[in-house]
């Protein structure tokens, strides 16, 4: 069975430039969840969804940050502008049956902004 | 926000040995996870933990909750090669309370093993 799949597993880019994140959850999975790792904040979560619907998005951080599930199979997350701070690997995990059941990680996409 | 504090950042094993990590908070969890992260991919779950004093294993892994609720431990017995990763903790306080639900991480703690 197939994993949590996320798109592109690198991205550089330029300060400023729009950068989109893609993430496809383990099918019939009904909670997806988007993190930031960095060297200095560590694992953090920025929002989750159930069932397509987002339901926490206390941990985005700032309004250049946002996240979109269109369908059960697929969610973004897009940062635009772009800033040299938003570096980090940023994590999709997907989950079945309640926010409180096993996390499955992606390989995550490691992004790189000048 | 809640913070979990795990050091030191980095250890140097020999294989064969044993290893402990803990993993320390100023706020009282109510659930206790271990992940294991390989270079490139995502945190993997190795041993979930609800309930203070619960010790349980995965394999070599050994795994316990602090009976304070503050703390939680990982000991990794006869380490392989295969042991080098990342390993986090992470911690979820009351479930009834949305403020504290969701998971918070420790920065981890990279292993790693000389043959």
């Known amino acids: 069975d197939a994993g949590v799949i996320q798109s592109p597993r690198h991205e550089v880019t330029e300060m400023g430039q729009e950068v989109t994140l893609r993430c496809k959850p383990i099918?019939?999975?009904?909670?997806l969840f988007w993190y930031r790792q960095t060297m200095m904040r560590g694992l953090e979560l920025l929002i989750y969804?159930?069932?397509?619907?987002?339901?926490?998005d206390s941990g985005m951080p700032e309004d250049r940050f946002s996240a979109k599930m269109p369908n059960a199979s697929f969610s973004t997350l897009k940062i635009q502008p772009s800033e040299p701070r938003d570096s980090a690997v940023y994590f999709c995990?997907?989950?079945?049956?309640?926010?409180?059941?096993?996390?499955?990680f992606g390989p995550g996409t490691r992004l790189t902004v000048l | 926000g809640q913070q979990l504090n795990q050091s030191p950042q980095s250890m140097f094993i020999q294989e064969g040995e044993d290893v402990s990590m803990n993993c320390t908070s100023s706020?009282?969890?109510?659930?206790w996870l271990w992940y294991k992260q390989e270079p490139g991919e995502g945190p993997v779950l190795l041993i979930a933990?609800?309930?203070?004093?619960e010790l349980t294993s995965n394999g070599r892994l050994t795994a316990q909750f602090g009976i304070t609720r503050k703390d939680s431990f990982l000991n990794i017995s006869a380490s392989i090669p295969s042991d080098v990763g990342i390993y986090f903790c992470?911690?979820?306080?009351?479930?009834?309370?949305?403020?504290?639900?969701?998971?918070?991480f420790g920065k981890g703690i990279t292993l790693s093993v000389r043959p």
């Open positions: 969804f159930n069932n397509n619907v987002p339901i926490d």
């Open positions: 992470a911690g979820r306080g009351d479930v009834y309370t949305g403020a504290n639900s969701k998971l918070t």
């Open positions: 995990a997907s989950s079945s049956g309640g926010f409180y059941n096993e996390q499955f």
């Open positions: 099918s019939g999975h009904d909670y």
């Open positions: 933990l609800y309930k203070a004093g």
């Open positions: 706020s009282i969890f109510n659930t």
